[in-house]
């Protein structure tokens, strides 16, 4: 069974740090491109950061660059998007993806909120 799970969502202040996990099983994560992906209430679901290559070739939206950094551990099967300098507006739900948009894989979203 296919699976991607998120965790390290949660409620953080202005300025702190989360790291998200997405944890895959059920097919070959290390073949797979991954990205993160975001949906706040009432917008569009925006891409926060993806690999572009497997020589670990990154893109980053701009509102997050130079605060969040993906990285993975294709031993253990799992994707990380490391989260500093959060600000109110980083406030969403995340979601990972493996594989694309259109036929890729998709985890059930961990909830982050930015807020004092």
């Known amino acids: 069974q296919v699976q991607l799970v998120e965790s390290g969502g949660g409620l953080v202040q202005p300025g702190g740090s989360l790291r998200l996990s997405c944890a895959a099983s059920g097919f070959s994560f290390r073949s797979y491109l991954i990205t993160w992906y975001r949906q706040a209430p009432g917008k569009e679901r925006e891409l926060v950061a993806g690999f572009t290559s497997f020589g670990d070739s990154t893109e980053y939206a701009d509102s997050v660059k130079g605060r969040f950094t993906i990285f993975r551990d294709n031993a253990k099967n799992t994707g990380y998007l490391q989260m500093n300098s959060l600000k109110p507006e980083d406030t969403a739900v995340y979601y990972c993806?493996?594989?694309?948009?259109?036929?890729?894989?998709w985890g059930q979203g961990t909830q982050v909120t930015v807020s004092s």
């Open positions: 993806n493996a594989g694309g948009v259109r036929y890729g894989y």
